[in-house]
């Protein structure tokens, strides 16, 4: 049996077909990167706290119970989303899977993988924490630039001074491009573009953001999506 990212039990066969389809796009992926992949800075993958100022860090206690969103923030060439492959680093020793957790965004039609944890080794060839998303239809919102990824949920995990969570890149398959990347609707090429990798600091000093979450149509996308 295996879990789906809504915790239900499934049966081998659907286990069966998810892999199929996430070897199909795994293939086109590494087909794209082969043929070459863009990299330009206007486009991130981001981790935000949802408040009423754009923030890339907070005084959050020893023992948090917060979330930290991650969203894709579109733009430069990447106007149109159709998946993400990413690993979120710098979590601390004292954190695991019993006081931390990650939720997928439910509009996800494939999520292989966990960000934040090294996933099932009977799926992943104990590859460590890393993901590869997709949805089955381009992500591409009217007048927005944000599109929901997932919540890192903090429950109680004992967390010291200066933790720095950053997005980082995830290599599924060698010769893939060591990078955060977001894939483009252009089927049947699905070509992937680099992009920038968010941070966010808890019981840090206080600063400013660096890219594209400080922008203030885009953050108030983001909080729109949480609404």
Known sequence: MYRDKHNK???????????MMSRMFFCMVFVAAALGVNSVRAQSID???ISDNPTCSAQVGTNPFI?????????GEVSALHGAQFMVAGLPATWNQENVSWA???????AFGNPLFAAN????????????????????PAGARSVRIGKILILGAPTQ???????????LHPG????????????????????????FVLNGTNRNCNITAVENTTWSEVKNLYQ
């Open 9 to 19: 039990l499934l049966p081998q066969t659907s286990l069966a077909g998810g892999i």
């Open 47 to 49: 981790i935000v706290m």
């Open 67 to 75: 979330e930290l969103q991650v969203v894709a923030i579109l733009g």
């Open 104 to 110: 997928w965004d439910a509009s996800l039609t494939l």
């Open 121 to 140: 080794p009977e799926q992943w060839d104990d590859r460590g924490a890393g993901a590869t998303i997709a949805w089955s239809t381009c992500q591409d």
């Open 161 to 171: 001074e200066s933790v720095t969570l950053r997005i980082k890149p995830f290599q």
């Open 176 to 199: 893939e491009p060591f990078c955060p990347i977001m894939t483009h609707c252009d089927a049947p090429v699905f070509s992937t573009t680099c992009v920038a990798g968010g941070t």
